[in-house]
């Protein structure tokens, strides 16, 4: 997948009127390759027109190391989901003006799943 070209992203969303909503969001999975762990980070800005017309999804994938030391603890993999969200969100602020901005975390605070970790 190709990375998310944001002078794209920037056009399009200052080409649609003030209704338009703007999703951004990432998730993350663990794998292991030639002995080591690896995180692919999927990362989302989604441009849902006028709040009810259809949408245009920018997307990438990044693999890095994963620092974690245990599986059921993904505490800097959780972290570095924000981080990348919050990347994201910086390098089109310019251009969001009055729209509704959602972001989106895997994070649930429930002790039952390993994500409360964060």
């Known amino acids: 997948m190709k990375k998310i070209d944001i002078a794209q992203v920037k056009a399009f969303i200052e080409a649609q009127g003030p209704e338009t909503k703007i999703y951004i969001g990432a998730d993350s999975e663990r794998c292991k390759r030639n002995n080591r762990w690896y995180a692919d980070y999927t990362l989302a800005i989604v441009v849902h027109i006028d709040g009810r017309h259809g949408c245009k999804i920018f997307g990438e994938v990044q693999t890095e190391i994963d620092y974690?030391?245990?599986?059921?603890?993904?505490?800097?993999?959780?972290?570095?989901?924000?981080?990348?969200?919050?990347?994201?969100?910086?390098?089109?602020?310019?251009?969001?003006?009055?729209?509704?901005?959602?972001?989106?975390?895997?994070?649930?605070?429930?002790?039952?799943?390993?994500?409360?970790?964060?």
């Open 68 to 118: 974690d030391a245990k599986a059921s603890k993904p505490s800097m993999r959780l972290m570095n989901e924000a981080y990348k969200v919050a990347e994201l969100y910086h390098k089109i602020v310019d251009v969001i003006g009055e729209k509704e901005v959602q972001i989106h975390l895997d994070i649930n605070p429930d002790v039952r799943y390993n994500s409360s970790i964060v």
